[in-house]
């Protein structure tokens, strides 16, 4: 009986390996070709004929891209604009969590309803008037602060910790209140500990939020010496020539070490996201 069971489990595991591995491959198709391309000159990524291998081109397209946009300086920015609004939008919107979570007050409900609401506007109803009321009312244009602070507060990732401080058993909490523990004391030494596979999670939401963020910073910062990774490597599309294999070196040079993180990291990531979506 153990002996059939076995087989059983193996034969579906096998056939869902067949089913999902070519879904795979079709998935990393496209990235693989990225690579091809950005070690292929100009011209060659247009020529006829099809390419899988990569070519030796690559420093040279880096060379390339790095004289037209000091990308190495736009990635140090990604960098330091990306970890820092991940490590101020997570104390944000975990703050916000817990007290929707575990107080209550009037017009709770209301502020949740608020909260949904705003997933459901598209970005492009508030771009221009934050970036109306952040370039003119307060002269930010051209800062960090105004790169790193309009976005800070994320709807799904207060829902997210909504959620996940809900889950928690609230006599846990109640006991530590009997032992006269301040509350500040039991959001940072308690609750976040308990949920720290969901940070991680969404850590790694809004620093990929973050790192691929294009619009808002095209609008906000003029400097060329003040670029993005994404919006330097946006700077390559000009209006009688577009340096294509600089623009895949630099593709690449944001989406591996992104991929490798991910990969790293998806056993929290997903431990997270599950943990966060059961109640």
Do not use: C
Not at 160 to 184: I, T, Y
């Amino acid at each position: 009986m153990t002996t059939s069971r076995s087989q059983r489990r193996l034969g579906r595991s096998i056939l869902l390996h067949l089913f999902l591995t070519p879904l795979a491959l079709i998935w990393l198709f496209p990235l693989w070709m990225m690579v091809v391309f950005s070690t292929m000159p100009d011209n060659g990524i247009f020529s006829p004929g099809i390419e899988l291998l990569p070519h030796d081109g690559f420093i040279d397209n880096f060379n390339n891209l790095q004289r037209d946009t000091n990308f190495v300086g736009a990635i140090g920015i990604s960098v330091s604009v990306a970890v820092t609004y991940t490590i101020l939008s997570v104390l944000l919107t975990s703050m916000a969590g817990w007290a929707l979570a575990r107080y209550e007050f009037h017009g709770k409900g209301a502020v949740v309803a608020i909260i949904f609401g705003t997933i459901t506007l598209p970005y492009a109803v508030v771009l221009i008037p934050q970036f109306i009321m952040v370039a003119r009312d307060f002269a930010l244009a051209n800062t960090w602060i105004a790169l790193i602070v309009p976005p800070l507060f994320n709807s799904l990732g207060v829902l997210f910790m909504r959620q996940a401080f809900s889950m928690m058993p609230a006599e846990l909490f109640d006991a530590a209140r009997v032992e006269g523990v301040k509350e500040w004391r039991i959001f940072l030494f308690v609750a976040l500990p308990l949920a720290r596979p969901m940070l991680a999670a969404l850590a790694i939401i809004l620093f990929l939020a973050s790192w691929n963020n294009y619009l808002w910073p095209l609008l906000i910062n003029s400097q060329p010496g003040a670029m993005t990774a994404p919006v330097a490597l946006g700077t390559l599309i000009g209006l009688t020539k577009v340096s294509w294999g600089g623009i895949m070196a630099g593709a690449v040079m944001l989406t591996v070490p992104m991929l490798i993180v991910f990969v790293l990291l998806q056993r929290h990531f997903i431990a997270g996201i599950a943990a966060g979506a059961v109640k």
